[in-house]
């Protein structure tokens, strides 16, 4: 089976504009989360995904949001960019949203914001 | 909301000895705990995962501990070798909601 996969790789922006992330799951995992990853910060918790429904939000402001499609595809959004939004953003799928299912990463976005 | 303290944030050790790393979470619904490796450059990695109805679980030379009622759970890696070099992550998960400690760099020295 394939891995999650994340596009794109890399990604370079300037202040005040917007990104999209994508993340494509394990065929078949139907929960998908989004992590930010920094130094200072370690793995933070975004939101989490199940069946087109955002069922769990982090602690983030409103610039982020997300959205998955009815194949469990999944995309983040982050409006008007801030240098602290660079990142490695990190998604993780699971194979149900009910029970604590194993999440398996993607190999993450580095967002650079200039 | 769920609230993952890790320690120690960095951990050297001489190769063949064992390591321990140590996290609390303060929600008591939380019920799944994972650990991830991350090395540099990598997606983290599960390595061992525990729910909230066992005690211990082992896989070779990686346990995991969860103590409920205390609210802390432990890494074990023991025999261990220079590829275990990596950061460690423990979180703590309450239906899809996962939370992370804040890593353990582990090196081990040759």
């Known amino acids: 089976k394939a891995g999650v996969t994340q596009t794109p790789r890399y990604l370079i922006k300037t202040r005040g504009q917007q990104v999209t992330l994508s993340c494509s799951p394990i065929?078949?995992?139907?929960?998908v989360s989004w992590y930010q990853q920094t130094p200072g910060q370690g793995l933070q918790f975004l939101f989490e995904?199940?069946?087109?429904?955002?069922?769990n939000k982090g602690n983030f402001p409103g610039r982020f949001s997300g959205r998955q499609f009815s194949n469990s595809r999944s995309e983040m959004n982050v409006s008007t960019l801030e240098l602290g939004d660079s990142a490695l953003y990190l998604c993780?799928?699971?194979?149900?949203?009910?029970?604590?299912?194993?999440?398996?990463f993607g190999p993450g976005t580095r967002l650079t914001v200039t | 909301g769920e609230n993952v303290e890790q320690h120690p944030s960095t951990l050297s050790v001489q190769e063949g000895d064992s390591a321990v790393i140590k996290c609390t979470y303060s929600?008591?619904?939380?019920?799944?705990f994972p650990w991830y490796k991350q090395e540099l450059g990598k997606r983290p990695q599960l390595i061992i995962d525990?729910?909230?109805?066992?005690g211990e679980k082992k896989d070779q030379r990686i346990a995991v501990t969860l103590n409920k009622t205390a609210k802390h759970f432990s890494l074990h890696i023991t025999e261990t070798q220079p590829e275990d070099s990596a950061v460690y992550f423990c979180?703590?998960?309450?239906?899809?909601?996962?939370?992370f400690g804040a890593g353990t760099r582990l090196t081990v020295k040759p």
């Open positions: 993780a799928s699971s194979l149900f949203g009910q029970a604590p299912y194993e999440q398996y």
């Open positions: 065929s078949g995992h139907r929960s």
């Open positions: 995904y199940f069946s087109e429904t955002q069922r």
């Open positions: 929600d008591s619904a939380s019920n799944y």
């Open positions: 525990i729910r909230s109805n066992v």
């Open positions: 979180a703590a998960n309450n239906n899809n909601d996962m939370r």
